[in-house]
């Protein structure tokens, strides 16, 4: 069985309340329980955190036992060098997902400092990135 993490920044723990015009209305916890039931196959497991180092420390957690994981930085994508070279240094792969289309929102959400240390990025379609990013592991 492969084991997934799904990995979110900050703010993401408020999600279906926060800017919902962006970001939907449906919270996190919740879609991921149905992630969980659409991939049974899969041993999924999803962390939160609004804090920088505790992501760089679940990536080394996971990283070299890992199949596969899902990453939204959030705004961390945008300004983190050490999210960045956490994910060259381990050994499991990254794909790097989003919610909206960074691309049409303000500039500074154009540069992605992980990007070049990912599989891939799935970006805009809401919370179907996560699926999409599952199913590339698949």
Do not use: C, W
């Not at 154009?110 to 919370?127: Q, R």
Request: charged share 20%; aromatic share 12%; hydrophobic share 40%.
């Amino acid at each position: 069985m492969k084991k997934i993490l799904v990995l979110n920044g900050p703010n993401l723990n408020l999600l279906g309340k926060r800017e919902p015009s962006i970001y939907g209305n449906h919270g996190f916890d919740s879609y991921f329980k149905e992630l969980k039931e659409k991939f049974s196959e899969v041993e999924l497991h999803y962390y939160q955190s609004n804090v920088e180092g505790e992501m760089i420390n679940k990536l080394h957690e996971v990283g070299f036992a890992y199949d596969g994981v899902v990453l939204n930085a959030a705004a961390y994508t945008h300004t983190s060098v050490a999210i960045a070279d956490a994910i060259k240094a381990i050994e499991t792969p990254v794909i790097e997902v989003h919610i909206s289309n960074v691309y049409s929102r303000e500039s500074f959400r154009h540069k992605s400092y992980i990007a070049p240390n990912v599989k891939g990025i799935i970006t805009g379609f809401g919370l179907q990135s996560y699926d999409l990013a599952i199913q590339s592991f698949l």
